[in-house]
């Protein structure tokens, strides 16, 4: 079982709608990232947070520790929404190196 | 704003080939990675830096070779090319691990083994 988890694999969607990606791991983390790869391939970092709620335009990330759980939000998606995200794990132990998920490919249909 | 600058973007290798993947940051970051991207999978670190001098393995070293000589620049070496070794390569660059501040990443070279 791989120590992060992310849920749906793949997601289509109508532009407008509101989307929830979710990222489940089961280590002991210090800090969890949200990434988004564009279909160029370039990746780049939308958050990174150890707890609470985070907010960046029309994304919202957030994570309960306690659940070992983050969602990433998109409200009133577009188009240009449309890449694979990415949630990567920093471990309390080995806390030099990320552990990633294997992405959620999202495309939002205009 | 240059970032993480990796070079080639695309690169075909016959089987028993050997090449080196550029990375550099003008960040004057001390964390350096290597990670490979396979279809469908996540990301896997390949090898890391703490600093200039310093180097160590991740989770998948093993076909790959690296050196640190410079604040600046963390190479990626293939020393005799194998299929297996076809995927997408990403480096990155961060401050440090305690900070709030995220990993950045290059573009990525896409290397086909063939």
């Known amino acids: 079982k791989n120590e992060v988890e992310q849920s749906p694999q793949n997601l289509t969607a109508q532009e407008g709608e509101f989307i929830t990606i979710n990222c489940s791991y089961s280590?002991?983390?210090?800090?969890l990232h949200w990434l988004q790869q564009h279909p160029g391939g370039g990746i780049v970092s939308l958050f990174m947070l150890s707890s609470g709620k985070k907010k960046h335009g029309r994304l919202i990330a957030t994570i309960n520790i306690q659940e070992k759980h983050s969602s990433l939000h998109i409200t009133a998606s577009h188009p240009r929404d449309s890449a694979v995200y990415i949630c990567?794990?920093?471990?309390?132990?080995?806390?030099?190196?990320?552990?990633f998920g294997q992405g959620t490919r999202l495309t939002i249909n205009p | 704003n240059a970032g993480v600058t990796q070079t080639p973007k695309f690169r075909i290798l016959k089987i028993g080939q050997s090449m080196t993947l550029q990375c550099t940051q003008d960040?004057?970051?001390?964390?350096m990675y290597w990670y490979r991207q396979d279809p469908g999978m996540g990301l896997k670190l390949i090898y890391y830096?703490?600093?200039?001098?310093?180097?160590d393995k991740g989770e998948v070293p093993n076909g790959y070779n690296v050196s640190r000589s410079t604040t600046e620049d963390f190479p990626l070496r293939l020393e005799l090319a194998a299929p297996s070794q076809t995927s997408v390569y990403f480096c990155?660059?961060?401050?440090?691990?305690?900070?709030?501040?995220?990993?950045?990443f290059g573009d990525g070279t896409r290397l086909s083994i063939l």
């Open positions: 960040m004057n970051h001390n964390y």
């Open positions: 990567a794990v920093r471990l309390i132990q080995g806390a030099q190196k990320l552990v």
């Open positions: 280590v002991g983390i210090s800090a």
């Open positions: 830096s703490v600093g200039a001098g310093i180097t």
């Open positions: 990155a660059s961060s401050a440090n691990l305690y900070s709030n501040q995220p990993q950045h």
